[in-house]
């Protein structure tokens, strides 16, 4: 009998082919898309990656708050009266001044009567879904949803069902096959992060108000600070606010630091605080942090003058790759996010690395995280990108495109 060699098996094992799939693509001499070290960061736009400076195109910096000198202030003056952080949860002795100052912020921003300020905008969907929906309920969400959107599902223990990407029609009739005396959380995106399209929320609202014991929440986290006369999002840009039970939202993108939120005008919404567990059992964000936020948000309340700007940006960049025969996420620009559709990985890193070299940072992503058989490089726009550096982007894609052979 001859000795068969066993393989060895551990919980990573389930992981072997993907380990193998980025060792392949490394071994082909290209760098690796996802381990990009900023080793300077010079503004919203501007940054020194392995010594050269670069246009940054992939950081969901969409209104340029991070260097706002307003906005640093405030986070400087909170870390020397307040300290590093706070060490203990919002419902023990996590809550500080900034706070209450940051919520009160928010509830003015959206004209709401509560907010709630999470730790992450991953946190805030976690810690709203998983609450508000448990055994026995049902989410029916975007099959396109975040992960986190998800996640709070699987959390919660709820019912999960799905409807094809922003179809109104798909939408109804799964909601017309529950129970109607089951309670339904319905989620929907205003923005969707990997083509940056946007929801037809009116039709959706529409469709779920004619079923019985369902609530509706949008997370905004893409789409505040640009969308709607004042900045709140789609869903004010599309006139359903009053319909909207919560809107979810993120300190990550437009206000320029870190941090999640929900905001609700429902008359019970503050007994979160004592049930929500991703709220009640993590520690509190920073007051540098807090304090960032708030002045970044109340600067966003009078930014008409930025939105504008980027949506020019947007545009432009969106008419200047399809002008060049890129295929994009949309027909037409409906967002700052502008998704470059390509044909595999390879083509995907190629284009990557090019733009890169040139003096270009983009994200590429791929499946899990975009729709099944995607590749793409998402650029995100900033309302700090000058017209010279949108057209020196639009220059650096015909090279790059040109280059790896993906335009003629």
């Known amino acids: 009998m001859t000795d068969t060699a066993t393989e060895t098996r551990d919980l990573l094992s389930k992981f072997d082919p993907l380990i193998a799939e980025r060792q392949a693509l490394l071994d082909t001499g290209v760098r690796d898309p996802f381990s990009i070290v900023m080793d300077q960061v010079l503004s919203p736009t501007r940054a020194i990656i392995k010594g050269k400076e670069t246009i940054l195109l992939g950081t969901y910096n969409y209104m340029g708050m991070t260097f706002d000198p307003d906005v640093v202030a405030a986070g400087k003056k909170a870390l020397d009266e307040f300290g590093a952080g706070t060490t203990g949860s919002r419902v023990l002795n996590g809550t500080y001044q900034g706070h209450r100052e940051v919520e009160d912020a928010l509830k003015e921003f959206y004209g709401t ?46 019912e999960i069902v799905r409807f094809r990407h922003n179809s109104v029609e798909d939408l109804d009739k799964r909601l017309g096959r529950l129970p109607a005396d089951a309670l339904k959380l319905v989620v929907l995106e ?11 929320l009116p039709d959706m609202v529409a469709a779920v108000r004619k079923h019985q014991n369902c609530m509706i929440l949008v997370d905004e986290a893409h789409g505040m600070g640009f969308f709607g006369p004042n900045g709140r999002g789609v ?3 599309q006139g359903v606010e009053k319909d909207v039970d919560f809107v979810v939202g993120t300190f990550s993108k437009s206000v320029g630091t870190v941090g999640g939120f929900c905001v609700s005008n429902h008359p019970k919404f503050e007994i979160m605080r004592l049930v929500c567990r991703p709220y009640v059992f993590t520690a509190s964000l920073p007051p540098s942090v807090v304090a960032t936020a708030a002045t970044s948000i109340r600067k966003l309340m009078h930014a008409g003058e930025k939105r504008a700007h980027l949506w020019k940006n947007s545009k432009r960049l ?14 037409t620009p409906q967002s700052a996010i502008i998704a470059v559709i390509l044909t595999d990985q390879a083509q995907a890193v190629a284009i990557w690395q090019t733009l890169l070299e040139l003096g270009l940072y983009v994200n590429m992503a791929r499946p899990p995280a975009t729709p099944a058989g995607t590749f793409l490089l998402r650029c995100s726009l900033c309302a700090d990108h000058s017209d010279e550096q949108v057209e020196q982007i639009i220059g650096m894609f015909k090279a790059a495109g040109q280059a790896t052979g993906a335009i003629a």
């Open 235 to 237: 869903y004010e840009e």
């Open 190 to 200: 205003g923005v969707y992060s990997m083509l940056g399209d946007i929801a037809p």
């Open 318 to 331: 969106h008419q200047g790759l399809t002008d060049l025969g890129f295929t994009l996420g949309t027909t």
């Open 113 to 158: 009567s509560s907010a709630m300020v999470f730790s992450t905008g991953y946190q805030a969907n976690l810690g709203m879904i998983s609450t508000l929906a448990g055994r026995g309920d049902y989410v029916v969400l975007d099959a396109d949803s975040h992960a986190s959107i998800y996640d709070g599902c699987f959390l919660g223990d709820a």
